[in-house]
């Protein structure tokens, strides 16, 4: 009993224990949880005021234009590449090294012509390889369809969520489901607007993405509470939330956990495109976590708070 | 709940499944068993999105049509497994595996090859030619073919067919002394001067290169687009960009399961090996109804098929941590098993059926690759559910009352005694 008490001890620092006979929990995390919302909600902001300072950093899918990839025969460094391209009348051009010798040369769009006048000149300067590592061009205005798109799949995914939460679960279940959801997308939005990474069709791919998948956590949490409410006629509900919040924890970080394990993996190993998935992944499965923790248990309790009808 | 014989019954008919699935992995050599998509095995991508021209709407009839002419001349290109779909907003792509000269066909493909029969009716101030409305069109072309004149310009000599003869025969005796101006695209390609009555066939000339003769031979006589296409996005990936990134996607793969099935088994013990046994199943079906349905894997579908890794895990962790529960609660093995699984049964399903969804407005919304994602992240969560669900169910009920099912090999140490002296205690 002595070697059980110390780890106790410690928890009680963040948070005390409740005591409810069979149904006791150690961290009263919904009463905690405002910090949640309020770390939250600070992120955003923040988010939001980089957004209005600068905006997102779009890429060519978004704006238009033209990108190469192009390994060199010798070794270049940025500045003479830079130098080169100035000569070639294309000084503007954003120049990223990703691997040894390589580097991505981004443009406005351009024309067969004037793409072939870039590579000779790079060919004649410095040497390249053919055929080129990628060769992307984008029609300026085409990412007006990505958009209708992206907003139509959030629509559509969004409705039917909420449609079929409301019918397994209840409305307000649904509801704050869907706020779970806005809360995981704004999230990976502001690590967009803060560390300025492109923004690009993967990243709209990673939003539709997490929009399935964060919410399963959301979802393990309510099933637990949509259980315990039926079986514990005697406890208040936000000790019925707390204690589910509990049950599922260690769930809920194992599968943080493993699914993150490959992530990560090509967070570190990954070229461009991948670490592109990576990162957004990243964000969104935690955002998804921590909202299914710390902000849907807690909503939920100051529903039922507000409108009693629901109190069971 | 379940007899045993039914439990073997059920794993017998998943070594089936497996069998089937190494079939298709193994059929063709493991190397070839999965298509893989433009962005990983190298090729072109084309956007074209049709453009209104004027009031006329643009039909469904007429984007098919394109549709089937683009696909004409992408094979006179002599290009192999080309793919030419239509998305949501009607745009029409066109994926073309591992072209060499990919400028070319992305110029060929576009084109709308309108050709026109007009009379020259004067020239204007700057010596432009003023041209009069189209005589005839590029539609009754039989034949249309590069070649060099008696004088060695380079020309492309069209015939035409009966129909088109009679019609070029009339245009041209109607019109003796005046100038015929040949137009494709727009641009007033020659305008001969005509001496006598035609019928048979037509030249273009003032063309540069025989290459470009030869271009605008195969676009003639694939017949012109019915409709005027924009490229939106043309896209390029050179073959060593796919290869890494695949190399690196399996590499993150392969150390993400490790890392997973050491988790799990430092988490569950014995539950967790049961689990490696389902997380390997999973694979090899996934693999093989990839390499069955032959559906084209991309980059994204990649990262969903990582993705789905942690889905897969989620069922199994999500039973486990019931189980141990119940056992915790000091319920019997076999009760334990059986609450622990009904009672995550609820959650595993409603948690895949929100990810089903969204997967499914992805493939209905999405483009390219964002659909490859789509298609890897359904097969995903539905084939985690099934292993999880009827597979781990049963290997579990079929060893749930052998000796070795210790708590130990459950994962639940000795607080289990605790629990169920605290529980003698209350009572």
């Known amino acids: ?312 | 709940m379940r007899s045993k014989v039914g439990n073997i019954v059920v794993i017998a008919l998943f070594i089936v499944i497996l069998g089937v699935c190494f079939y298709y992995i193994f059929i063709d050599g493991i190397q070839n068993s999965i298509k893989l998509g433009l962005d990983l095995r190298g090729g072109t991508q084309i956007i074209l999105k049709p453009v209104e021209t004027g009031t006329e709407e643009v039909t469904d009839e007429a984007i098919d049509k394109a549709q089937l002419i683009i696909l004409n001349r992408i094979d006179k290109l002599g290009i192999s497994e080309p793919l030419v779909t239509r998305d949501f907003n009607r745009n029409i792509i066109v994926q073309l595996p591992g072209v060499d000269d990919p400028e070319r066909a992305i110029d060929i493909i576009g084109k709308t090859a309108q050709l026109e029969f007009r009379i020259v009716e004067s020239v204007d101030d700057s010596g432009n030619p003023v041209l009069g409305p189209t005589l005839m069109t590029g539609d009754k072309l039989s034949k249309a073919q590069a070649g060099y004149s008696s004088n060695g310009q380079i020309i492309v000599s069209m015939i035409f067919t009966e129909e088109g003869s009679r019609q070029f025969e009339k245009v041209t005796s109607e019109n003796v002394g005046k100038q015929l101006a040949i137009v494709l695209d727009g641009e007033v390609r020659s305008a001969p001067r005509i001496k006598q009555a035609i019928s048979g066939d037509a030249v273009i000339e003032g063309i540069e290169t025989l290459e470009e003769a030869k271009d605008i031979a195969l676009v003639l006589q694939t017949g012109a687009l019915p409709v005027n296409l924009e490229i939106q996005e043309s896209q390029t990936i050179g073959p060593t960009l796919g290869q890494d990134s695949l190399r690196q996607s399996m590499l993150a793969g392969i150390i993400g399961f490790a890392l997973v099935a050491i988790f799990m088994v430092a988490m569950y013990r014995g539950l967790g090996l049961i689990s490696i046994i389902g997380l390997i199943c999973y694979v090899t079906i996934f693999w093989g109804i990839l390499a069955g349905l032959k559906t084209p894997v991309t980059l994204p579908g990649i990262a969903g098929v990582v993705l789905t890794i942690g889905i897969a895990v989620d069922a199994n962790i999500l039973i486990y941590s019931r189980i141990k529960e119940e056992v915790l609660k000091g319920k019997s093995k076999y009760a334990a098993f059986n609450e622990g699984f009904r009672n995550a049964l609820k959650a595993i399903i409603d948690s895949n059926i929100t990810t089903l969804i969204t997967a499914a407005a992805l493939y209905r919304f999405g483009t390219g690759p964002i659909r490859g994602f789509a298609v890897t992240l359904a097969i995903g969560v539905v084939i985690s559910m099934f292993t999880a669900i009827i597979l781990v169910r049963a290997i579990l009920f079929l060893v749930v009352n052998s000796r070795a099912i210790t708590p130990g090999f459950i994962g639940v140490k000795l607080p289990k005694i605790n629990q169920e002296t605290k529980a003698v205690k209350e009572k």
């Open chain 1, 1 to 312: 009993m002595a070697v059980n008490k110390k780890p106790v001890k410690k928890i009680e620092k963040v948070a005390e224990p409740v005591v409810l006979g069979e149904r006791s929990y150690k961290f009263d995390i919904v009463r905690k949880s405002k910090w949640g919302v309020i770390v939250s909600l600070t992120f955003i902001a923040v988010g939001l005021v980089m957004f209005l300072i600068r905006g997102f950093n779009f890429g060519i899918d978004f704006l238009g234009g033209n990108l190469m990839e192009v390994k060199f025969t010798k070794s270049v460094s940025i500045t003479e590449l830079r130098s080169v391209m100035g000569g070639a009348g294309y000084g503007s051009a954003i120049l990223q090294n990703t691997e040894e010798n390589q580097y991505i040369i981004r443009t406005v769009p351009l024309t067969d012509a004037q793409k072939e006048t870039i590579l000779d000149t790079l060919d004649s300067k410095i040497g390249i390889e053919r055929p080129l590592v990628q060769d992307r061009n984008v029609a300026p205005g085409f990412s007006q369809t990505i958009i209708r798109n992206t907003l139509i799949a959030v629509a559509i995914s969004i409705a039917g969520i909420l449609i079929y939460v409301w019918i397994r679960f209840a409305v307000r279940f649904a509801l704050i489901a869907i706020l779970e959801l806005i809360h995981d997308l704004l999230i990976i939005l502001s690590f967009y607007a803060i560390t300025f990474r492109e923004f690009n069709t993967t990243t709209i791919a990673v939003i539709l993405t997490i929009l399935g998948y964060s919410l399963s956590d959301a979802i393990v949490v309510f099933d637990r509470i949509r259980e315990e409410i039926r079986v514990n006629k005697r406890d208040r509900f936000i000790d019925i939330s707390n204690y589910s919040v509990n049950k599922t924890l260690v769930r809920t970080i194992g599968t943080t956990v493993t699914t993150l394990f490959p992530i990560i993996i090509l967070l570190i190993i990954g070229n461009e495109t991948l670490k592109d998935f990576a990162f957004g992944l990243f964000i969104g499965i935690i955002s998804g976590s921590f909202s299914s923790v710390f902000i849907g248990p807690q909503i939920l309790v100051a529903w039922n708070n507000r409108f009693p009808k629901y109190k069971k």
